[in-house]
Structures are given as structure tokens and as C-alpha cells.
């Protein structure tokens, strides 16, 4: 197969998994009709038509928008149709997800609804008053059609053509590392540490600044991370300290991640101050790196290991000899572990894969395994315990098999009297549909009705277990459903709609704990402050968050960056992945909803990958 068709195939393959990742959408344009048409059920005492609630894309239309026609008029703040019909009324704007809600009563007539020349008829008589409930969702056009067949050929060749070049013999020339890649992130990020001064704080960061202050630890937050932060208090008491730190371990290990990615993989420099400007400005960075959340110096840590993996490549293990590099590696995988509940997974998982890699030196490897297991062990068992630290509610460690159920109850199944038994130790069975949302868990655990304590109260894990897998079993399509709505975040381009994500917190949110520390923005530069609010509210509009904020797309470039980068340097370069690769398979298992902050690592170490595709190697 000669070399032109090699890359033909590649950037098929790629175009096709950008189809996949961003779902084919229709035009936004919208025309909504709805008509009282003058006409009833012959037991209805008369015609009228009531609109509920009209909402687009999740959005609720206030009659304001709509052009009431003569016979239309607001009662209890609603338009209704009594008089002068056949009457329609109209709206006009952008949305592809439209809901209308009409009211059913002895006195309604029948309705005509018009979706972009889509008509539906409705009889909405009932003895009963109610309200009737209609889906619409707007479909695609010749020219929709056309439109993505042709963005689909043009990102064929732009991958195309980037495969020819970066495969090619053409190298930029090497040049000299510079300061510029520490002190443009500091700086940029030192205006959005000043701007939302002291920090931005949910309630998570809230409920961790209460234990500082009360010492009343548990480990549901980390309860290492809280430690961290009690410490970092002890020289300035407020949050700003903690997210100073952030910034200032960011900019450590992103600076040395650039001067690596120059001096030692032969990046070209213009390459990287691109690279450096980009990151730097983005908003995810400037506005996560201000947040109080645990799975920021994670994140932080991840890119850490990736660059220490980096340096193990480079010399083919030969890195790993020294006591100093040893010291380093455990310390960096102790702080992975500790910092998320999920951290062992990329933690041990690379240090097995080492024992793979690079085999002659499996003693180090072994050596280095026992020691962070060991410190793991001891600070669970033995340091914990001694601060009366309280364990983990387990009830978090299944959020996807009781998103599962919630799915599965949702799709109104039928359960057997040992299912049903199980499942309301939880909660009421009746009660799981009206608290599920396909996207988010946090609305089946936390709510009055959930028994947050059941699996430390009650032995039944593994009768749940059972019930879910038999369930899943018995219903994989709906279960397969369920968990693709849950990982979105992951692999889909677009948000959904209505999905609850959460990419930043902007402030620090009212709450009881707030209000007790006397915690509130205080703002050192407030005109700039609302520079950065509008710039990270144009970021947000649909048409650009699945490019700034969503790591999908990154994803699916580090793919097309690993095929290269394997032609180019064999299977071992694979190892730079690992980290990231880890930690993903690891949320794919348990992430309980729509929120960036569990994949942020992504947006720190995807661009470096791709990077490395123009890393041009010296040794022949």
C-alpha cells in the first residue's frame, strides 16, 4: 500500500470518528405555530386552547416573544385562545429541542401544533384538568446534509495534509529554551487570581474549608487534600493562598514540561510560545486553576507523572537509576493516590506498565511499586485512623450502577419482589423516576428520601450488585444508553441539552458555611474582573464551548497524534499516554455527572501529546 493511500485511510478513519464524537445537527432556525382551531370533542363545554409553557433548547419562552394574534390573550400569566378562532399563534427563533406544555380541561377544543411544516393535531379534552405534555425535535434538511458532507471532506484533508507534513523530512530547526515560558502563564494567571480574589468556591470547596476549621475530617473529600490546605492556611488564612499554590505548581510543571519539549524532543520554539500563549489564555485554565477543588493539583499531578514519563522515554528507561529520579516518581504517584479516590488507578497502573516497558530494570520498578503502596496503606490505615478521619460514604462508589437503576426504573421495568426489596433499602422504588436525570446521579443520592448511609449501615452490597448486573443483563441496551448519557462529558463534542454541566464555578457560592467564614468575592481589580465574566460567557455560547471547554475533540486529535507518533517511534512512545489514558478509564467507571473538573487533566495534557508530533528525533 504506498504512502498516499496510507494517509487516505487514516483521515477517513479520523473524519469518521468526528462524526461519531459530533453528532450530525440539524439547522437551528425554528417556526412554531400553535393554532386553536375553532373545533371540540363533542363532550367538551368549549374551544379553548391554554400554552402551559413553550421551551427551546431548555430554554423557557416568555409570551413576550410571541406574536399573540388578534383572539389571543394572558390569563394567570399564560396566553389562552377563547374567542375569534381558528387563531394561531406564533414564534420564531433558534433551537432544535422544543417542548410545549397545553393544558387539558372539560373547556378545551382541539389544537394544531406546527413544527417547521410538521403538524400535529390534538384533541385535548379530559374531565379532568391536566397538563398534555409534546416533544418535538427539528429535522434535517437537503442542505443541512449537504453542509456536513462538505465540513466532513474538509477536515479529511486537513488531517490529511497535517499527516504529510509532520511525517515528511521538513523540521523546523532547534532554538534555545526562554524564560517566556514561565512568566507569560504567571502573569496571565496572577490577573485571574487577582480578579476573583480570594477564589471560586462551590460547595464542595465550602464543606472543605469547614473542616479546616473545625478539624472535623472525612474522607469523602480527600481527606489529604483538605490536610494540604489546612497547612497552606497556617501561613495565610484564606483561600487565596490555596489558589496561588495552584497557579504557582502549574506554572512549575508547565514551564518544565515546555523547556523539556524544546531542549530534549527538539520542538521548535515558535511551536511553543504558540503553544504557551494558547494555553495560557484559554479560560478554562485561568478560571479552573482559581477553583478549590481537589482535582486540580490532580490534574496538576497527572501532568507531573507525564512529564517524568516523558524524561523515562527519552533515555529508555534509563531515567529510572537514580535514587533523586526514584524519590521523585514515588513522590508524585503518593500525592495521585491521595488526592482522588480514584488516583491508585493511574498510580499502579503505570508502574505495572513499567514492569512491560522496560523490563531490565523491573527491580526498580518492583522497589517503587512497594514504597507508594506501603505509604498508601499506611496513611489509610495508620494515619487516618489516629485523626479520627471518617471513612468514605460507600454509597459513592457505586453512582453508575445506581445510575443504572435509576435508568432501568425510569424505563418503567418490571422488578421481582427480591429486586424491588434491594432496591428500596436505597430508596422507594416509586420515588427513583421523579428524582432520575440521565445525566447527573447527584439527584437520586442527595435528596431526603435516599439512604445516604446504606451501605455502611446494612451489609447488602452484594445483593445491589447482583440486582444490577441481573438488570443490565436483562437490559443492555437501556444500561449501554444510560452510561454513554453519563461519560458524555468525555467523548461528546457537543453538549447536550439540559445535561447540567458544570465547567467553572464564577463566584463563591451563598451557603451557610460561607456566610459562617464570612467568605465572599473581593475582587482587587473589579473592571477586569468583568472583562474575564463576558470573555468566559462568549467561551460558553454553544457554537464555541465544545471547542474551549469540552476535552473531546483534543481527544480525538491526541488519537490521529498517537498513530504518528507510533510510525514515527515505535510502540514505547506510548507510555506519555498512560497517565491520562488511566485516569480516564477509571472515570468512564464512576464519574457521577457532567462536571469538567473530573477530566481537567485532559486539557493539561492532550496539547502536550499532540505537540510531541513534532518532536523531531536526533539519533538514527
Not at 449537504?146 to 490529511?160: C, D, N, P, Q, R
Request: include cysteine; aromatic fraction near 14%.
Amino acid at each position: 500500500m504506498n504512502r498516499p493511500l496510507k494517509i487516505f485511510i487514516i483521515s477517513f478513519i479520523f473524519s469518521l470518528f468526528f462524526c461519531i464524537m459530533l453528532p450530525f445537527e440539524p439547522s437551528s432556525k425554528t417556526v412554531i405555530e400553535i393554532g386553536a382551531t375553532g373545533e371540540k370533542n363533542i363532550n367538551s363545554k368549549g374551544t379553548e386552547v391554554w400554552i402551559k409553557q413553550l421551551i427551546v433548547d431548555g430554554r423557557e419562552i416568555p409570551y413576550s416573544e410571541m406574536n399573540l394574534p388578534s383572539g389571543w390573550e394572558i390569563v394567570n400569566g399564560v396566553p389562552v385562545s377563547v374567542k375569534e378562532q381558528p387563531s394561531k399563534l406564533i414564534w420564531k427563533g433558534k433551537g432544535k429541542t422544543v417542548f410545549i406544555s397545553l393544558v387539558s380541561h372539560p373547556y378545551s377544543g382541539k389544537a394544531e401544533i406546527i413544527v417547521n411544516e410538521e403538524i400535529s393535531n390534538y384533541d385535548l379534552y379530559s374531565q379532568d384538568e391536566k397538563i398534555e405534555q409534546f416533544e418535538y425535535n427539528t429535522k434535517f434538511s437537503f442542505l443541512d446534509i449537504f453542509k456536513y458532507v462538505l465540513f466532513i471532506v474538509m477536515i479529511s484533508g486537513f488531517v490529511y495534509l497535517m499527516i504529510y507534513i509532520i511525517t515528511s523530512n521538513n523540521v523546523l530547526r532547534k532554538i534555545n529554551s526562554s524564560i517566556i515560558y514561565y512568566m507569560l502563564p504567571l502573569s496571565i494567571w496572577l490577573i485571574y487570581w487577582l480578579a476573583f480574589f480570594p477564589g471560586l468556591m462551590s460547595g464542595d470547596s465550602l464543606d472543605q474549608w469547614r473542616q479546616i476549621h473545625t478539624l472535623e475530617l472525612n474522607d469523602a473529600h480527600p481527606a489529604f487534600h483538605t490536610l494540604i490546605n489546612w497547612l497552606l492556611t497556617q501561613f495565610w488564612d484564606s483561600p487565596a493562598i490555596i489558589s496561588l499554590s495552584q497557579i504557582i505548581f502549574m506554572v512549575i510543571i508547565f514551564g518544565k514540561t515546555m523547556v523539556l519539549l524544546e531542549r530534549k524532543f527538539n520542538v521548535s520554539r515558535i511551536t511553543l510560545i504558540l503553544l504557551c500563549l494558547v494555553i495560557s489564555i484559554l479560560p478554562v485554565n485561568g478560571m479552573l486553576l482559581n477553583n478549590l477543588w481537589k482535582d486540580i493539583p490532580y490534574s496538576i499531578c497527572l501532568l507531573w507523572l507525564t512529564l517524568l514519563l516523558m524524561k523515562v522515554f527519552l533515555t529508555s528507561g534509563n531515567w529510572l537509576v537514580s535514587k533523586k529520579n526514584q524519590a521523585l516518581l514515588i513522590g508524585v504517584l503518593i500525592l495521585l493516590t491521595l488526592l482522588r479516590h480514584n488516583g491508585f488507578v493511574p498510580a499502579f497502573g503505570i508502574m505495572f506498565c513499567l514492569l512491560i516497558y522496560y523490563r531490565s530494570f523491573w527491580k526498580t520498578s518492583l522497589k517503587i511499586l512497594f514504597v507508594v503502596f506501603l505509604s498508601f496503606f499506611i496513611f489509610k490505615n495508620g494515619i487516618y485512623n489516629q485523626l479520627n478521619i471518617a471513612p468514605t460514604p460507600k454509597v459513592l462508589s457505586y453512582s453508575i450502577p445506581i445510575h443504572h437503576i435509576g435508568a432501568l426504573l425510569n424505563q418503567d421495568i418490571v422488578l421481582s419482589t427480591k429486586e424491588k426489596q434491594i432496591i428500596d433499602e436505597l430508596m422507594p422504588s416509586e420515588l427513583w423516576k421523579d428524582n432520575f436525570h440521565k445525566y447527573t446521579v447527584d439527584t437520586l443520592i442527595y435528596n431526603s428520601n435516599f439512604n445516604m448511609r446504606v451501605f455502611d449501615e446494612k451489609d447488602i452490597s452484594g445483593d445491589f450488585l447482583k440486582v444490577w448486573l441481573g438488570l443490565t443483563l436483562k437490559n443492555p441496551g437501556i444500561v449501554l444508553k444510560d452510561w454513554m448519557h453519563m461519560t458524555s462529558i468525555v467523548w461528546e463534542m457537543r453538549e447536550p441539552i439540559n445535561s447540567k454541566n458544570l465547567y467553572t464555578e464564577t463566584t463563591i457560592v451563598n451557603s451557610i458555611p460561607g456566610a459562617t467564614y464570612n467568605l465572599h468575592s473581593q475582587s482587587k481589580i473589579p473592571s477586569v474582573k468583568e472583562t474575564l465574566l463576558k470573555y468566559f460567557n462568549l467561551t460558553m455560547d454553544h457554537n464555541l464551548s465544545w471547542i474551549i471547554w469540552r476535552p473531546a475533540l483534543l481527544l480525538l486529535f491526541s488519537l490521529f497524534g498517537f498513530y504518528v507518533l507510533f510510525k514515527k517511534y515505535g510502540w514505547k512512545i506510548s507510555i506519555v499516554y498512560l497517565p491520562l489514558m488511566l485516569n480516564l478509564s477509571s472515570i468512564f467507571l464512576a464519574i457521577p455527572a457532567q462536571q469538567l473538573r473530573y477530566i481537567y487533566s485532559a486539557t493539561l495534557i492532550l496539547p502536550i501529546i499532540i505537540t510531541l508530533c513534532f518532536y523531531k528525533r536526533t539519533d538514527k
